[in-house]
């Protein structure tokens, strides 16, 4: 076996490829690009403070305003109560939240914190579940602008008919 000699003088010199190493830098940087997610800022919570004590008068606006959907068995709308107030349609309903809320000409600073809480049957249609939230959630004015009412609103969990 013969074995090739050469005759240069020390070690042969290695160039780097810079090209590959490029592209890669250049797709983790494109990688971390994409997958970065800005975070929510600290500290901004929605926090929900307890009522003020029996003495103060904005206590009543704090709570949940309570309306309750009955059903008959065909689905349709029976009655519509607030807090234990029977009422006799969705604008009578409509009334009484602008006059817990607001008046005539748009709502006070209890309109921001306000909350309510339907309450409805199981098999209640649609349709009147929004009309509910149409008559609590505000209106439009006959010159188009639209008076805000209660943005907050929840629904109590459905009870299954017996």
């Not at 059903?71 to 349709?76: K, L, P, S």
């Not at 234990?84 to 309903?93: E, I, Q, T, V």
């Amino acid at each position: 076996m013969k074995f090739r000699h050469t005759t240069s003088s020390g070690p042969e010199k290695v160039e780097m490829q810079m090209t590959p190493m490029i592209d890669i830098v250049f797709q983790l940087l494109t990688f971390f690009l994409f997958s970065f997610k800005i975070a929510a800022i600290e500290g901004d919570f929605n926090v929900r403070m307890p009522v003020a004590g029996p003495g103060t008068p904005d206590a009543e606006s704090q709570l949940p305003i309570k309306v309750r959907l009955a059903a008959d068995a065909e689905g349709n709308l029976a009655s519509i109560h607030l807090a234990d107030r029977a009422l006799p349609n969705f604008r009578a309903l409509h009334e009484q939240v602008m006059n817990i809320v607001g008046s005539d000409a748009g709502p006070n600073a209890a309109a921001s914190s306000a909350e309510a809480e339907l309450d409805c049957d199981y098999n209640l249609k649609y349709q009147n579940v929004i009309k509910a939230i149409t008559a609590i959630s505000g209106q439009v004015t006959p010159d188009g602008h639209i008076v805000k009412l209660i943005q907050k609103i929840k629904f109590a969990p459905p009870k299954k008919p017996d």
